[in-house]
C-alpha cells in the first residue's frame, strides 16, 4: 500500500514539474502577462478536444471489453453445449450395441477389415516408395549441382514430407505391435528414406549457413524456399504438439476413445536447428576473420567496416524474405555484435601497442553512432559493450615503452633459459653453497625492479599499477613455459630415456631452486611497495604480487615432484617383485633404498634447497608406503606364511633404517603405521582378523574393503570359504557404519 502512495506522490510530482516547466516556456517575459487570458482560452478549449477524445477512447475501449466479455459468456454456454451432447452420443452408442445382435463380432470383423485395408495401403506405400525416393535422390543431387541455386527444393521437401508422414505413422503403429522383429524390419525399409531425409537436411543447413551469399548473388529465391520447408516443418511440429497436450489434457476421453492417439510425428524443431546454424555460419565468418588479421590488428579494424555493408544487405534484401515474428535483422545484428566483441577482447588480452588501443576505442565510438544511424540500433540494444564499457584514455608513451620493452627482454631471457634446460650441454650453475639454480632469476627480476623504481618515482599510483600488472603478466607467462617445458621434456625422460641428453636431474633441481628463489624476490618487492601505495592501488598490486608468487611457488612444487617422478619411475622393476616368487628369492627392498640413497646423496642433499629437500624427503616416505601397499596388486603376488612376515619386517627395517636420517621419529612412526597395521592382518589368525581389521578401519576410515579382501585373498593359509565368510561379516560391519566422511588418509592417495 505504501508503495502505491509513494508512486502516487511521484506521479503528482512529476505533473506539477511538467506544469511549471510549461507555464515558464509560455511566460519568458513580463509582456506575456498581458496574453493571459488569451491563454487561458485557448488552453482550455485544447483540454476540452483532449477530454472528448478521452471520453471517445474510454467509450470504445469499455465497448470492446464488454463485446470480448459477451463473446467469452457465449462460447462457454456453447462449449457446455458441446459436452452435454457428447456425453449424449457416447450413451447412445453405448446402449445400441445391447440393441444390436453379435454387435461384438460385427464390430471386430469391421475392424479386421479397416486394419486389412490399412495394412493395403501400407503395403503399396512401402512398394511406390523406393522409386519416389530415387527421383528425389535425383532431384537433390541436380539442385547440388546447380550452380544458379536449387531449383526443386520445394518439391523435394514436399515429397519427403510426405514420405516422412508415412514412415512416422508406420513406424508409431510398429511400436505397439507384439512381433518382435517388425520395428527393425521396418528400419531396413525405410534406411534409405532416413539417409535421404538427413542428407536433404545437412544440404539445407548448408544453404542456410549460406544465407549471406545466396542474397549478394541474387538468389534471394532460394531464401524464401527456405523459409517455406523451415515454416511447414514447424506448422506439423505444432499440430503435434499440440495433438499431444490435448491428448494428455483430455486423458479420460482419450482412453474411452481410441481415435484419440498420441502423435507419431517425430518433432523435428527446424526453425530452432536453422538459428543454430545461422550462428554457426556466422561464428566460422568471424573465426576466418580473426585468422586473417589477428598479428594486424590495425588492418582488422579497417576491414571490420564489412560488418555495415552485410547489415545493409541483411536490412534491405533477406528482412523482406522473413516473416516478422524471426526478427531476423536483431538475430545477424546481436551476433555480428558478439563476435565483434569477443575478437575486440582477444586483441586487447594480445598487450596491443597505443595505436592500436587509440584506434580502437575510435572505432568503437564510431560504431555505435553508425549502428544508430543508419540502422536505428541503439547502444543499449548493444550486449555486452565492447571493450566492457571500460573505454580508458590512452596509455602514456611512457608506460607502453615500458610494456614492449618488459615483453622484449623476458622473451629473450625466456629463449636462453629454455634452451640451457632442453639441450642440458653443460651443468646448471652452482651458488656459494652448492645449490643448483638459473641466471634467469637474478635477471628477471633486476628488469622488473629496475621498472617498478621508475614507476614508482612518477608518484602516480595508477601508473605503478600498471606496471606491476604489466610485470605480473609477464613472470606469469613465463610460469606456464616451464610448467609446460617441465611435463615435456619429463615425458621424454621416461618414455625415451636414451634420446634424452643427461642431466635432467640437475636442472630440474635448478628449477626448483630458482623459483623459490623468484619467490622470495616477489616477496621482497611487497614488503618494499607496501609503505610507499595508498590504500585505493596497495590492495590491487599486492594481489597481482602474490598470485605471481603462488605461481612460482607451484612450479617448485611441480618440479619437485617431478624428481619423484623420476625417482620412482626407476623403481618399477623391484617394486613389480615385492610379494611375488622374486620377492622370496632376492632382496628388490634393498635395491629399491639403495637407488634412492644414492639419489638423494648424489643429487639431491647436496644441491638442493634445504626446504624442498625437507618437503621432497616427506613425499618420497609417502610414495614408499603407497608402492608398497599397492605392491599386493602385482602379479603372483602371494602371502606365504611365515616366511611373509619375515620378509616384511625386514623391508620395514631397511626401510627405516635410511629414512629415520631423514625424517622426525614420531612423523616417520605415524608414515609406517600403515604398514604395521597391514603386517598385522597378514599375521592374524581366523579369528582374530576382524578385529584386527576394525582396528585398522578405525584409524584408516577410507581404507576400501577391496585392499582387506586382496590381502586375505593372497594369504595362503585360507581358503575361499573363509576368506569369503570374513568379507561377507565385514561387509556387513561397512553397510552398519555407513560412509566415511572425515578427513582422508593415505588410502586416499592410494589406486586401488
Keep these: 500500500m505504501s508503495g502505491k502512495i509513494s508512486k502516487s506522490l511521484e506521479s503528482s510530482s512529476d505533473a506539477v514539474d511538467a506544469a511549471i516547466a510549461k507555464v515558464a516556456e509560455l511566460l519568458r517575459s513580463p509582456d506575456d502577462l498581458v496574453k493571459t487570458s488569451l491563454l487561458r482560452k485557448r488552453h482550455a478549449i485544447e483540454k476540452a478536444t483532449i477530454d472528448a477524445q478521452l471520453k471517445t477512447g474510454v467509450k470504445i475501449q469499455l465497448d470492446s471489453t464488454q463485446e470480448g466479455i459477451d463473446t467469452l459468456t457465449d462460447s462457454k454456454k456453447q462449449m457446455m453445449i458441446i459436452k452435454d451432447n457428447m456425453q449424449t452420443i457416447d450413451r447412445l452408442c453405448s446402449e445400441a450395441q445391447d440393441m444390436i445382435q453379435h454387435f461384438p463380432r460385427i464390430n471386430k470383423i469391421s475392424q479386421i477389415h479397416r486394419n486389412f485395408v490399412a495394412t493395403q495401403e501400407t503395403a503399396q506405400k512401402l512398394q511406390e516408395m523406393y522409386s519416389t525416393v530415387d527421383q528425389i ?19 523435394i521437401h514436399y515429397q519427403l514430407f510426405r514420405l516422412q508422414e508415412f514412415r512416422d505413422s508406420t513406424m508409431h503403429q510398429a511400436k505397439n505391435s507384439t512381433q518382435g522383429d517388425l520395428v527393425f524390419t521396418l528400419e531396413q525399409y525405410f534406411k534409405r528414406l532416413d539417409e535421404l531425409s538427413v542428407e536433404f537436411t545437412e544440404y539445407l543447413w548448408t544453404l542456410t549457413k549460406g544465407i549471406m551469399e545466396l542474397t549478394k548473388n541474387g538468389q534471394g529465391s532460394v531464401i524464401i524456399s527456405i523459409i517455406k520447408v523451415i515454416e511447414a516443418e514447424e506448422k506439423a511440429d505444432e499440430r503435434a504438439t499440440a495433438a499431444e497436450q490435448a491428448r ?12 484419440i492417439q498420441t502423435s507419431p510425428r517425430v518433432i523435428r524443431s527446424y526453425r530452432s ?5 545461422l550462428q554457426d555460419s556466422i561464428s566460422e565468418l568471424f573465426e576466418d576473420f580473426y585468422e ?3 598479428v594486424e590488428p590495425m588492418k582488422l579494424l579497417e576491414a571490420a567496416d564489412f560488418i555495415y555493408n552485410d547489415l545493409g544487405t541483411v536490412y534491405q534484401e533477406i528482412v523482406p524474405k522473413f516473416p516478422k515474428k524471426y526478427n531476423i535483422f536483431l538475430v545477424f545484428v546481436l551476433a555480428y555484435h558478439r563476435h565483434l566483441y569477443n575478437i575486440f577482447d582477444k586483441i586487447i588480452k594480445s598487450d596491443p601497442d597505443a595505436g592500436t588501443i587509440l584506434r580502437l576505442i575510435r572505432w568503437v565510438r564510431q560504431y555505435y553512432k553508425k549502428m544508430n544511424k543508419e540502422f536505428r540500433v541503439s547502444e543499449d540494444i548493444l550486449e555486452p559493450p565492447l571493450l566492457d564499457g571500460n573505454e580508458q584514455g590512452l596509455i602514456n608513451d611512457y608506460l607502453d615503452l615500458i610494456k614492449g620493452k618488459l615483453v622484449e627482454w623476458m622473451n629473450n631471457l625466456m629463449n636462453d633459459e629454455t634452451k640451457d634446460f632442453v639441450e642440458r650441454n653443460k651443468p646448471p650453475e652452482l651458488d656459494a653453497n652448492q645449490l643448483y639454480g638459473l641466471s634467469g632469476s637474478v635477471i628477471m627480476f633486476q628488469m622488473v625492479n629496475q621498472q617498478i623504481d621508475v614507476a614508482a618515482e612518477s608518484g602516480q599510483g595508477k601508473i605503478l599499477a600498471d606496471v606491476v600488472k604489466v610485470c605480473a603478466e609477464v613472470m606469469k607467462k613465463s610460469q606456464q613455459t616451464w610448467m609446460t617445458l617441465l611435463k615435456s621434456e619429463l615425458k621424454k625422460q621416461i618414455e625415451k630415456p636414451n634420446d634424452a641428453p643427461a642431466g635432467f636431474v640437475e636442472y630440474v633441481i635448478a628449477l626448483a631452486n630458482d623459483q623459490i ?5 616477489t616477496e621482497a618487492v611487497v614488503q618494499r611497495l607496501e609503505p610507499l601505495l595508498s590504500e585505493t592501488y596497495r590492495n590491487q598490486i599486492t594481489n597481482d604480487l602474490n598470485e605471481t608468487m603462488d605461481g612460482f611457488l607451484i612450479i617448485a612444487r611441480a618440479a619437485k615432484d617431478t624428481l619423484l617422478d ?3 619411475n626407476d623403481l618399477k622393476l623391484p617394486f613389480s617383485q615385492i610379494y611375488t ?3 622370496y628369492q632376492d632382496d628388490p627392498m634393498l635395491l629399491i633404498i639403495e637407488t634412492i640413497k644414492d639419489y638423494n646423496n648424489t643429487d639431491f642433499q647436496p644441491h638442493m634447497n634445504e626446504y624442498l629437500l625437507d618437503k621432497l624427503m616427506t613425499n618420497i616416505l609417502e610414495r ?22 619375515t620378509r616384511t619386517q625386514n623391508d620395514v627395517g631397511t626401510a627405516l633404517t635410511f629414512f629415520q636420517q631423514h625424517i622426525p621419529p614420531l612423523e616417520l612412526k605415524n608414515t609406517f603405521d600403515v604398514i604395521d597395521r597391514m603386517h598385522q592382518l597378514i599375521e592374524s589368525n581366523r579369528k582374530s582378523i576382524f578385529l584386527d581389521y576394525y582396528k585398522m578401519k578405525k584409524a584408516y576410515g577410507d581404507m576400501p574393503n577391496g585392499f582387506i579382501e586382496e590381502i586375505l585373498t593372497k594369504r595362503d593359509d585360507l581358503e575361499k570359504s573363509h576368506v569369503k565368510e570374513i568379507m561377507e561379516n565385514i561387509k556387513v560391519k561397512s553397510k552398519e557404519t555407513g560412509d566415511y566422511t572425515g578427513k582422508a588418509t593415505i588410502f586416499g592417495k592410494i589406486n586401488w
Design 292 to 294: 586473417t588479421f589477428k
Design 581 to 583: 616368487p622374486a620377492w
Design 248 to 259: 494428455y489434457s483430455h486423458s479420460d476421453l482419450a482412453t474411452k476413445f481410441k481415435s
Design 566 to 568: 623420476i625417482v620412482f
Design 517 to 521: 628463489r623468484c619467490a622470495d624476490f
Design 273 to 277: 536447428q536453422f538459428q543454430d546454424k
Design 624 to 645: 614408499f608406503i603407497i608402492a608398497y601397499i599397492e605392491a599386493i596388486k602385482n602379479k603372483g603376488a602371494k602371502f606365504k606364511k611365515p616366511e611373509c612376515l
Design 137 to 155: 535422390q535425383n532431384l537433390l543431387q541436380e539442385d547440388k549441382q546447380n550452380t544458379y541455386g536449387p531449383q526443386n527444393l520445394l518439391y
